[in-house]
């Protein structure tokens, strides 16, 4: 991993300290329980803390603001269903997309100068990365790029974890200093492995950069992650099946009774997804365009071929060329509605088989080209009930790691507000990360 580390002073760069191109050393990370001794130290003496205990937190209110904060970060390691279930309920109630915590403007400029810096220094990165900074009242300290290594489990906030700590123990902190966290995706808010999510390592560490240093901390991200990201499985048994006797169902009980007798539908999705795909198709339209991809496309349409397999060498060469050409052909049909809904997109389909002229260098023996016609519509209607189902499931598990997020952040700002702040950045087309 390489790893950058520069100082911005009056709009020059240069290394903070012979050695720091490197990758940092790595810190032991402390425990939550340490954090609640130090706490606890602070009540009995107040030379403990580095900042006199000056805070509002400190002396009276100490204690029972630790343990809210504590109870609440373990609340979401071990009852994660529960969250689950509270963003369903929001998804069902149609408010997850209506909403989202973007940062203040004053807070957003500076994570946009931020990022223009750490891009003109180590270029432009669209997977995910973070960095961070310090920032002082001379200067302005500046770190990484990090990446997640999988492998080992880490991901690359925990490196920004552990070189931030790093950093304001070897330095003579002042109170208004502010630590600024990039991380392209939102932090994670469910990990398989023994570190607490990062969300929640990070809140806690802000938690405790702020009672023993007095330092603020803004946590700024560009994609809601959710609990894990697109790994979310909520949403992976909506087929085109699923979606069409969700459709043609009024309630969830006349939807599991249809789902039972039908051979496409695996299993009945639970009555919250299904009031989630249910309101998502009263929306009707969707961009086809957009969800189709590349060879993903032609593929939909190989099965026509086995309709003239058993022709001549000579007649199938000419029909697979008219096929190609036909199936460019279709694909325009796209470029022509920007939104529309399947039917929409089925009609166009029926248009286009009624009017092309399939096999048309050779004779029609047997009405073969309207077995072509037919053949085609099937393929046609597949690929446009797939897409459908396919962009139900992206739809909504975005809306479901947005609404994930920004019910964390309505939890936490009860006990943080002082001292962090955790949003969405909003980069204009100049700085656009997408």
């Not at 903070?16 to 490197?22: A, M, Q």
């Not at 697109?230 to 909506?238: P, Q």
């Not at 071929?305 to 029909?319: D, G, L, M, T, Y």
Request: hydrophobic fraction near 35%.
């Amino acid at each position: 991993m390489l790893t950058r580390l520069f100082l911005l002073r009056m709009s020059r760069k240069r290394p903070l300290f012979n050695g720091y191109e490197k990758e940092p050393q790595r810190y032991t990370r402390k425990c939550f329980a340490s954090l609640k001794t130090l706490m606890h130290g602070c009540q009995t003496d107040g030379a403990t803390l580095r900042t006199s205990c000056s805070h509002p937190w400190v002396n009276g209110g100490t204690k029972h603001l630790t343990e809210s904060v504590f109870d609440l970060l373990s609340s979401w390691t071990d009852d994660t269903q529960s969250y689950v279930t509270k963003v369903l309920e929001h998804l069902k109630q149609r408010q997850a997309h209506h909403h989202d915590t973007f940062l203040t403007d004053s807070v957003n400029k500076k994570f946009l100068q931020f990022h223009r810096d750490m891009t003109e220094e180590c270029g432009s990165e669209d997977k995910q990365h973070s960095w961070a900074v310090i920032e002082k009242r001379e200067e302005v300290v500046m770190y990484g790029p990090y990446y997640p290594d999988y492998n080992s489990g880490e991901h690359s906030e925990d490196v920004i974890i552990k070189q931030t700590q790093a950093l304001l123990d070897s330095d003579a902190v002042s109170e208004d200093w502010k630590v600024f966290v990039f991380t392209r995706n939102s932090p994670c808010l469910a990990r398989n492995c023994d570190p607490w999510p990062c969300m929640l390592n990070l809140v806690r560490k802000a938690h405790e950069w702020w009672t023993v240093y007095g330092v603020k901390t803004v946590i700024g991200y560009v994609k809601c992650w959710g609990f894990k990201g697109a790994k979310e499985t909520l949403f992976r048994d909506i087929n085109s099946s699923q979606v069409d006797y969700i459709d043609q169902t009024e309630d969830h009980a006349g939807y599991v009774e249809a789902a039972k007798k039908s051979f496409g539908v695996s299993s009945p999705v639970c009555e919250d997804v299904f009031s989630a795909v249910k309101n998502l198709l009263s929306s009707e339209s969707f961009p086809l365009l957009n969800v189709v991809r590349g060879q993903d496309w032609k593929g939909y349409f190989k099965s026509m071929q086995s309709v003239f397999e058993s022709k001549p060498e000579e007649e199938k060469k000419i029909f697979t060329q008219e096929l190609d050409t036909a199936v460019e052909a279709a694909q325009a049909l796209l470029l022509s509605v920007e939104n529309g809904s399947v039917e929409e997109y089925l009609e166009k389909g029926r248009a286009f088989a009624t009017d092309c002229t399939f096999g048309s260098q050779v004779s029609d023996v047997s009405g073969f080209r309207d077995v072509m016609r037919v053949t085609f519509q099937q393929c046609w209607k597949e690929m446009v009930q797939d897409k459908h189902a396919e962009f139900i499931r992206e739809t909504l598990t975005e809306r479901f790691n947005q609404c994930t997020v920004q019910l964390f952040i309505n939890d936490v700002m009860r006990f943080t507000e002082g001292h962090l702040q955790i949003g969405r950045i909003q980069f204009s087309e100049e700085d656009n990360l997408h």
